[in-house]
Every structure is written in C-alpha cells, then in structure tokens.
C-alpha cells in the first residue's frame, strides 16, 4: 500500500476503536432514561454493563490467538461488522433481555476489534513512529471520552436513547469497507492449529464467577451463600486453568508472558492508569454532588477539563516514546499522577473550583503519559507473532484488576465516607483513603519501571538492520 491509503486505512482503524470506547461511555449516560423505559431495576440494569464486560474480558486474548495466527484483516472486519450488527439490534432491542443480548454481541465485535486494530495500525508505519501512532490512537480514545457525555446527553435528551447505538452503524459500515477494500490481506495459514476449548470455557467461568462473586459479595455481604460459592468456584478454576494451558501446545493465555517482567511492568501500569480513570468516574461526581453540592451539569464541565488534557498530552506521549523510549513518558506519568492522586484525596468540603481544576489537570496530563506508552510496551516485549494475544492479555488482565478494585472502592465508601457535615475542614473521610491507595498504587509502579526496555524503536530498528 502506498503513504494515503495507510493513512487511511489507519483512520478506519481509529474511527472502529473510537466507536467502542464513545459507545460505552454514551451507554453509562444513558442508564436512568434505560431504567425508566424498560422498568427494571438498577440491580438488573447493571447487567447491561456487565454483560459487555464479560464477553469482551472473555474473548480479548481469543481473538488475540487466532489473529497472531490466522492474520489480522479480517478478524477485525468481521470485528467492526459484528459491533455495528450489535448497535443497530440494540437500538431495536423490543425489552430488558433483548438490550442485554445485543449488548453482549457488541462486546465480541469489540473484543476482535481491539488486539488486533493497534497491531494491525502500528504495524502500517515504520517501527521509529509506533510512539506517535500508539499517541494518536490515546488521543482518538481521549476525544471519545471527552465527546461521549456531551453527544450522548445530547443525542438522549433529544431522540431517545436508542439512537446511542443507531449512530454507531454507518460509521461501522464505513469502517469495515475500507479495511475490506484498502487493507492488504495478512492471512496466513499455520501448520497446525487446535484451538484450546477446554482453556477458553474456564477462563470464561473464572471471570464470570470473579465479576459475578464480588459484585454478590458487595450486594449482599461476602458470607452470603451465592458470594462464597461463586467465589470458591473462581477459586478452585485456577489451578485447573494452569495445569490445563501449560498441558496445551496453543494455549489461549501464554503463562510464559507471566515469566516476562517488562510485559508484566507494563501491565502493571495499564490496571493503574484503568483503576484511576474508572475511581475519578466513580468518586469525583460524588465528591462535586454530595460534598460541594454541584449540580449534574456543572459536575459535567468540572471534570471535562481533565479529558481534554488526555486528548492534547498523547500526541506528545507519544512522540516522547519514539525519542526516549516508553521507560520515560511512563515514569513521569506515574509520579505526576502519584502527586495527583494524592491531591485529590486531600481536597476539602472548602476546596475551591480553581484547586479542583488544577488537581484534576495534573492527573489528566500524568494519565496521557502513561497510557499509550504502556500498551506499546506491552506490545514491543512480546515476540511479533504474539502481539494481538499480548495485548489480549494486556486488556484482561486491566479489566479484571479494575472491576475487581471498583467493588473494594465501593465497599471503602460504604464504610467510610460520610458528606462532610457543615463547617468540615479536613479531607473527606472515604474519598480521603482511596485516593491515598491510589497514590501508593502509582508510586509503585515507578519501582516496576525498571523492568522496561530502554531502546527507543530507532536503536531496535539500527540492531535488527547489523544483525
């Protein structure tokens, strides 16, 4: 392919990503209209949400494996395709059940989407520009952030929600066409292939007993009959799981990536990055509503700050890892964010909007830094034929550190915060304590740093050239 046509291919590439993450944030937008329309409960509502998180945990490193194996091209078509067919069904969806099928179709056209659209992308460009592409694709991820509460409150209030999903097809269909027509193929056929069933149906059961178990526990106590059994279930999958992957010669989850600290470093910095942005969705609309008394749509444009500094920082992340490597963006991004963290957890019932603001701009440029760098480091210390399974595991391993910290940060604020009573003047207890674990958790991660590699791409480029 010539110059334009990766460049466009890279933008259908984008725009398929950008549609997953802009989706699911317009989805959360639209969880109290959804309540009111199909009379269910919030219980039951959240299955709306969990749905999609299972399926997509579940088969992020499937598609992983067989993209590694089979070729890229079109298991991400077919990605793109099954997401928009996923949409267009849901804005149909007749009631509660229907809404949660289509919305758990849409996560398998995610989980083929996302492995396979950034190693398919980077891989458009030479190996000294993966920094600025992976910077490119934050940003897209950031825009949609940004744009997804504001399109989304938009498009609810005025057509309904079913057009949260309706919106979702053309631009799947453009997607898909172009990748189609304009991506070289990549299909290859390996000498033998024997996709692990047994692997794939238990890490399909210990993430549901997982997500399934904690979300029981903190509904109705973690000695409740249905936490203990689903959790003693996850359990007693682990050692079934291990022996069963190192039995198998195509496991769905390489255990040898265990084994590699820099792919385990990076790991460790994408849960922290996962597990602050979800807390700052979580606790920061509490925090502005029940301490300082915001309403909706000023909590809305306090918090949009920060998602606009994610979008304007990752081009620049990005460009700091293809000069210095990722060892570099994602130490800064990590003590930036650490001392951000850390400033939040010490805001006040008296903070004032500009400290907010500046708190939360701090942590938004510590978030940019990190992230892209992270993923492609998670990429680059795994062998190129493992790439899409990498980052499979990469996102499942986030997914589940994240749900997994969400419940323990609900039950810290069930325990611990009260709304500040007039005339407090401390740090508010609860929000206090798990911003400051938050904190701890991104120290940390400068300590895992060292296990990075160092070599920018430019200088693993020169080596493979003297080989």
Same mark, same amino acid.
């Given at each position: 392919?010539?110059?334009?046509?990766?460049?466009?291919?890279?933008?259908?590439?984008?725009?398929?990503?950008?549609?997953?993450?802009?989706?699911?944030?317009?989805?959360?937008?639209?969880?109290?209209?959804?309540?009111?329309?199909?009379?269910? !409960?919030?219980?039951?509502?959240?299955?709306?949400?969990?749905?999609?998180?299972?399926?997509?945990?579940?088969?992020?490193?499937?598609?992983?494996?067989?993209?590694?194996? &089979?070729?890229?091209?079109?298991?991400?078509?077919?990605?793109?395709?099954?997401?928009?067919?996923?949409?267009?069904?849901?804005?149909?969806?007749?009631?509660?059940?229907?809404?949660?099928?289509?919305?758990?179709?849409?996560?398998?056209?995610?989980?083929?989407?996302?492995?396979?659209?950034?190693?398919?992308?980077?891989?458009? &460009?030479?190996?000294?520009?993966?920094?600025?592409?992976?910077?490119?694709?934050?940003?897209?991820?950031?825009?949609?952030?940004?744009?997804?509460?504001?399109?989304?409150?938009?498009?609810?209030?005025?057509?309904?929600?079913?057009?949260?999903?309706?919106?979702?097809?053309?631009?799947?269909?453009? !997607?898909?066409?172009?990748?189609?027509?304009?991506?070289?193929?990549?299909?290859?056929?390996?000498?033998?292939?024997?996709?692990?069933?047994?692997?794939?149906?238990?890490?399909?059961?210990?993430?549901?007993?997982?997500?399934?178990?904690?979300?029981?526990?903190?509904?109705?106590?973690?000695?409740?009959?249905?936490?203990?059994?689903?959790?003693?279930?996850?359990?007693?999958?682990?050692?079934?799981?291990?022996?069963?992957?190192?039995?198998?010669?195509?496991?769905?989850?390489?255990?040898?990536? &265990?084994?590699?600290?820099?792919?385990?470093?990076?790991?460790?910095?994408?849960?922290?990055?996962?597990?602050?942005?979800?807390?700052?969705?979580?606790?920061?609309?509490?925090?502005?509503? !029940?301490?300082?008394?915001?309403?909706?749509?000023?909590?809305? &444009?306090? #918090?949009?700050?920060?998602?606009?500094?994610?979008?304007?920082?990752?081009?620049?992340?990005?460009?700091?890892?293809?000069?210095?490597?990722?060892?570099?963006?994602?130490?800064?991004?990590?003590?930036?964010?650490?001392?951000?963290?850390?400033?939040?957890? *010490?805001?006040?019932?008296?903070?004032?909007?500009?400290?907010?603001?500046?708190?939360?701009? *701090?942590?938004?440029?510590?978030?940019?830094?990190?992230?892209?760098?992270? *993923?492609?480091?998670?990429?680059?210390?795994?062998?190129?034929?493992?790439?899409?399974?990498?980052?499979?595991?990469?996102?499942?391993?986030?997914?589940? %550190?994240?749900?997994?910290?969400?419940?323990?940060?609900?039950?810290?604020?069930?325990? *611990?915060?009260?709304?500040?009573?007039?005339? %407090?003047?401390?740090?508010?207890?609860?929000?206090?304590?798990?911003?400051?674990?938050?904190?701890?958790? %991104?120290?940390?991660? #400068?300590?895992?740093?060292?296990?990075?590699?160092?070599?920018?791409?430019?200088?693993?480029?020169?080596?493979?050239?003297?080989?």
């Amino acid at each position: 392919m010539n110059k334009t046509a990766n460049y466009v291919v890279f933008a259908a590439i984008v725009i398929a990503t950008f549609l997953t993450v802009i989706n699911s944030n317009m989805v959360r937008l639209a969880s109290p209209h959804l309540q009111a329309e199909l009379n269910v !409960s919030y219980s039951n509502l959240s299955w709306v949400f969990n749905s999609y998180q299972i399926a997509y945990a579940i088969l992020l490193p499937v598609f992983g494996l067989i993209g590694d194996k &089979f070729g890229r091209k079109y298991y991400l078509v077919a990605g793109v395709a099954i997401f928009g067919l996923g949409a267009l069904l849901a804005g149909l969806a007749w009631d509660f059940t229907s809404l949660v099928i289509f919305r758990t179709l849409q996560a398998v056209g995610a989980a083929a989407i996302y492995p396979n659209a950034l190693v398919a992308g980077t891989g458009l &460009f030479p190996p000294e520009h993966s920094g600025k592409v992976m910077g490119i694709w934050g940003m897209a991820v950031s825009m949609a952030s940004v744009l997804g509460p504001t399109i989304g409150g938009f498009i609810v209030q005025y057509l309904g929600w079913q057009y949260i999903f309706f919106m979702n097809v053309p631009f799947a269909v453009l !997607s898909s066409l172009i990748i189609h027509f304009m991506f070289k193929s990549d299909r290859r056929k390996p000498q033998e292939f024997h996709f692990d069933y047994r692997g794939t149906v238990i890490l399909g059961a210990m993430i549901i007993l997982l997500i399934a178990g904690l979300q029981a526990g903190s509904e109705g106590g973690w000695s409740s009959p249905r936490a203990m059994i689903m959790l003693a279930g996850f359990a007693a999958c682990l050692p079934l799981f291990k022996k069963i992957e190192e039995n198998c010669d195509q496991p769905v989850i390489d255990l040898e990536m &265990f084994r590699n600290r820099a792919f385990l470093s990076a790991v460790y910095v994408g849960c922290v990055h996962l597990i602050a942005i979800q807390g700052l969705q979580f606790l920061m609309p509490i925090y502005l509503a !029940s301490v300082k008394g915001f309403d909706a749509v000023k909590i809305g &444009f306090m #918090l949009l700050p920060q998602a606009i500094v994610r979008l304007a920082v990752s081009p620049i992340a990005g460009m700091l890892e293809d000069r210095f490597g990722p060892k570099v963006p994602i130490a800064a991004g990590l003590a930036i964010r650490s001392l951000a963290l850390a400033s939040i957890g *010490l805001l006040t019932p008296h903070s004032t909007n500009t400290v907010i603001t500046l708190t939360l701009l *701090l942590d938004g440029l510590g978030a940019a830094l990190m992230w892209s760098p992270s *993923l492609n480091a998670a990429i680059n210390s795994s062998p190129k034929e493992k790439a899409s399974s990498a980052t499979g595991l990469f996102n499942t391993i986030r997914l589940i %550190a994240a749900s997994t910290s969400m419940v323990l940060v609900g039950l810290a604020m069930d325990k *611990l915060f009260t709304a500040a009573p007039q005339g %407090a003047s401390g740090p508010v207890s609860g929000f206090f304590h798990v911003y400051m674990a938050f904190a701890t958790l %991104a120290a940390v991660g #400068l300590i895992t740093t060292r296990y990075l590699k160092v070599h920018t791409p430019e200088e693993e480029r020169v080596k493979l050239l003297q080989r």
